[in-house]
């Protein structure tokens, strides 16, 4: 069964989860970070089907994420690099490396830990932070129209504001 598609959505989590949500584009990416290169690299580790795996490094490299380069002047043979828009992607395989430790295998332990090379510290959890460097939580964030905005995203915003403002006068209503 194909997937619906969710490009309509005015949405940038949508457009990057049609690009980068399926589960072997993310798990290719993880390996490009382990280092693998090689078609056959990314096979042996991951375990995939060939055509499976060609589909996904072709999507990748068409979309700027990978870059296919051959493995000296001439040669036939390719290898696989992450781009500056595919290591832009390594905050997002921590935090989810990390949830999947916390929340999934906590009690067997964690099967990878990220460390600082040159330390050997473990690297901190990654926060959202203000422009000033204080840790922000959901309930401090709000959300206002982007550049990119539709009038159906504005709307939606406004009735969310509202929404947000009519369980605060509720609040203090009961005190």
Not at 15 to 37: K, P, Q, V, Y
Not at 128 to 135: A, I, K, T
Request: hydrophobic content about 40%; glycine content about 8%.
């Amino acid at each position: 069964m194909a997937r619906n598609t969710i490009d309509s959505l005015n949405c940038s989590i949508a457009d990057a989860l049609n690009l980068i949500g399926e589960w072997w584009t993310i798990l290719i990416l993880r390996e490009a970070f382990f280092g693998s290169r090689r078609f056959e690299e990314f096979q042996q580790h991951l375990g995939i089907a060939r055509n499976i795996l060609t589909a996904r490094l072709k999507k990748l490299c068409d979309s700027g994420i990978l870059e296919r380069v051959p493995v000296k002047k001439g040669a036939r043979r390719h290898e696989y690099r992450l781009t500056t828009m595919g290591r832009d992607l390594l905050p997002i395989l921590i935090v989810l490396t990390h949830w999947g430790d916390r929340w999934l295998n906590e009690s067997e332990g964690a099967p990878v830990v990220f460390v600082e090379r040159d330390t050997g510290e473990e690297i901190s959890d990654i926060r959202v932070l203000s422009q000033d460097g204080r840790e922000l939580k959901a309930r401090d964030l709000a959300l206002v129209p982007g550049p990119g905005a539709t009038d159906a995203t504005k709307e939606r915003l406004r009735l969310m504001v509202e929404t947000w403002q009519q369980r605060q006068d509720s609040q203090q209503e009961r005190g």
